[in-house]
T-cell receptor, first 113, second 113 residues
Framework: GNSVTQMEGPVTLSEEAFLTINCTYT??????LFWYVQYPGEGLQLLLK?????DKGSNKGFEATYRKETTSFHLEKGSVQVSDSAVYFC????????????FGTGTRLQVFP | GAGVSQTPSNKVTEKGKYVELRCDPI?????LYWYRQSLGQGPEFLIY????????DSGLPNDRFFAVRPEGSVSTLKIQRTERGDSAVYLC???????????FGQGTRLTVV
């Protein structure tokens, strides 16, 4: 069945460091791919998405490229801030019958000044 | 309100009791989803409504779990004979239609003691 695997955390970085959080997926067909973020005390928010191969999603300085050949959707940011500290979830939707999301286990990012 | 509202925010119940969790979606959203998030895990799909009908209930773990959405707006997730393993954060999300962004509520933290 469809699944998402993302790197375990926590990821600990200093402010202005480069961030990569790896995400790979298994799916039949052509899923849509998402990154959601959960800030402390808040609900899940969509960070970015890509709906087809080679699409790049971007928002708030974060980027991820839909790579069908490597079944990956790695999240990157060139210079993290303390305010980026949160839990990040990679997810897919197979869009066959419904748009239900299949999530990875989440990666906690901690950014220190 | 402007976002998805879930009540209560916290619920503690004794093993064997019945509980109801409520979700108020964004006004006008026809698609509504329930997810369950256990500690240290990503959200897991439970059930999806399109309007009043449950279009996909494949994620409900067993027949102790049931959800309704009688008027196509508010939804209630019902859990009978609660077990300690049911302890989790129950998330609700809604979208304008099945293929648009889903907005999440802050969840109900259920603790079964």
């Amino acid at each position: 069945g469809n699944s998402v695997t993302q790197m375990e955390g926590p990821v600990t970085l200093s402010e202005e460091a480069f961030l990569t959080i790896n995400c790979t997926y298994t799916a039949t067909g052509y899923p849509s791919l998402f990154w959601y973020v959960q800030y402390p005390g808040e609900g899940l928010q969509l960070l970015l998405k890509a709906t087809k191969a080679d699409d790049k999603g971007s928002n708030k300085g974060f980027e991820a490229t839909y790579r069908k050949e490597t079944t990956s959707f790695h999240l990157e940011k060139g210079s993290v801030q303390v305010s980026d500290s949160a839990v990040y979830f990679c997810a897919l939707s197979d869009r066959v019958d419904t748009d239900k999301l299949i999530f990875g286990t989440g990666t906690r990012l901690q950014v220190f000044p | 309100g402007a976002g998805v509202s879930q009540t209560p925010s916290n619920k503690v119940t004794e093993k064997g009791k019945y509980v109801e969790l409520r979700c108020d979606p964004i006004s006008g959203h026809t698609a509504l989803y329930w997810y369950r998030q256990s500690l240290g895990q990503g959200p897991e799909f439970l059930i999806y409504f399109q309007g009043t009908g449950a279009a996909d209930d494949s994620g409900l773990p067993n027949d102790r779990f049931f959800a309704v959405r009688p008027e196509g707006s508010v939804s209630t997730l019902k859990i009978q004979r609660t077990e300690r393993g049911d302890s989790a954060v129950y998330l609700c999300a809604s979208s304008g239609r099945a293929d648009t962004e889903a907005f999440f509520g802050q969840g109900t933290r259920l603790t079964v003691v």
